[in-house]
């Protein structure tokens, strides 16, 4: 039996959903294929820099206030991590917020 769904955003972005029952929270994740093993020497530690980047803004949210704001605004929790092949950004929030969690990911 398969416990999740692949599906496609307007963007041409494909993303799983795995619904599970009994919560009444949404963790967005979005992983891309970065990290220290795809570097050379003279990029150590650039997926690691540019992960904290994406925290001070962006262009719809221009400083780090703007973001987490509307973040925190929503009681979201959000975090990130680099690893050896991945870079990931996570936003949990309540179910009722979904789309705004899914606005500010992609």
């Known amino acids: 039996m398969k416990h999740y769904n692949i599906n496609t955003l307007a963007n041409k972005l494909a993303y799983i959903s795995a619904p599970m029952t009994g919560t009444q929270t949404v963790t967005v994740l979005l992983v891309v294929r970065t ?10 530690g650039l997926s690691h820099f540019l992960e904290h980047m994406f925290f001070k803004g962006t262009l719809k949210r221009p400083t780090a206030l703007v973001l987490s704001s509307e973040l925190d605004g929503i009681g979201g929790e ?10 990931g950004y996570w936003i949990k929030v309540s179910s009722e917020k979904t789309a705004i969690a899914f606005r500010v990911s992609f």
């Open 35 to 44: 990290g220290s093993k795809y570097e050379s020497r003279k990029e150590s």
């Open 78 to 87: 959000y975090n990130a991590f680099t690893s050896k092949e991945y870079t």
